[in-house]
């Protein structure tokens, strides 16, 4: 027999305790902890990048094309977990055709759009030179793949063929400037994220004019995590496959030293530089809520430091930030330890997006119940596909799919 009504929403992985309205469910799951986190991660990894384009860390070169370049895989993903959330997919376009400042999301379509034009400029001005060397180069191709790769080229040139040294100069003069402007535009996407948070009246967890602020600082903390781990696992890989390869006798193959822990150490102290902002602004805003007292906080306390205490204090600050903190300050620096601390910092950053949209949803708004959120595993229909653990591992490798696919064109790389 078939229901006469759909299932509500958040039903499936919702467990209630004591007193809780018959209507309140934990609505955003694990979609709405990934959409944050996705998109300081695109932050994050921009502002890696200008930190060689803006201020000149020379040593940061070959990280900062990588960071660039990465950062417009993660661009498209970004909004893949609310695509995912939306009961109603087909609506999503809606705030990117027609973008005003009404409210948050309708801004989004401003904000994403101009950051998207600014890292594909960006990223037009880095290769334009190396755009017309592979059209030159591939001039005589009679393969199809060749041709191929020849009217890519061609098309991606825009007809700027002029490589001189004034050109080139014009080149890394306009990447500087958009760097610069896109600094800027890459925390306000972010932080418009932690705005809709800290704008819900409703909802005393979130209510915090500290939350877009938080939200950026950890946003720049897990890009350059994840720049980092993803550059180390790339250069290690072409490492090993070229010891490989000169195992079997091929000579023409030139040794790459992999990565290289001065580049992994410069990197490593801004990082340790953001997330001491990061926890020093999560701390004073667990402070002035305490401190405050407001008539919700003996809800928000019983949460935090009852039903949520694990996940905030042992995993989130002692496990996600405390360990790897040390990691990174103890002297001789290695590769292995970069490693390990940089997984701690991304789980910890994850476990603040956690904590934030699902601990915020815990207390029920009688302020006498709470609830508890299940994560899907394995999924028995579409929903909980989207919004379960599957739906999150989905998020998490489109990125990759889509820098692979990029990185063929371009080569973000030092050894492409």
Known sequence: MTELFPPIHG??????????????FIYWSIQIVMYPYMTGLVAGAFVLSSLYHVFGQEDLKDMAKFSLVFSLALLPVAALPLLLHLQQPLRAMNPLLTPHFTSAIAAFGIVFST?????????WFV???????????????TGFADSLKR??????????FDVSD??????????KILAAIGIPVACFLHGYAGFIFGSVKANALWMSPLMPVIFIMSAVVSGIALCMITYIAIME???FQAILAKGRGDDSVKMIGGAEIDVISKSSKYLLGFLVAAISLELLDLIFRGYTAMKSWDILRSVMYGKDFINIFLLQYGLGNLVPFVLLLMPRLTIKRTVVA??????GVFMMRWNVVIGGQAFSLSFSGYMHYHLPIIPHNLETYKE?????LTVIISPYVLFWAINKIVPSLKYS
């Open 237 to 239: 890989w072409k490492k």
């Open 388 to 392: 379960g653990l599957l739906g999150a």
């Open 115 to 123: 950051y998207g034009l600014i890292v594909i400029s960006e990223i």
């Open 342 to 347: 940089l997984v701690l910092v991304l789980f």
């Open 11 to 24: 039903m499936e992985w919702t467990a209630k305790e004591l007193f809780v309205y018959p209507n309140e």
């Open 151 to 160: 009217i890519t080229y061609l098309i991606l040139t825009l007809g700027a």
């Open 127 to 141: 290769y334009r030179q190396y755009f017309v060397e592979q059209t030159i180069a591939l001039k005589g191709a």
């Open 166 to 175: 004034e050109a080139v100069a014009k080149d890394h003069k306009a990447v």
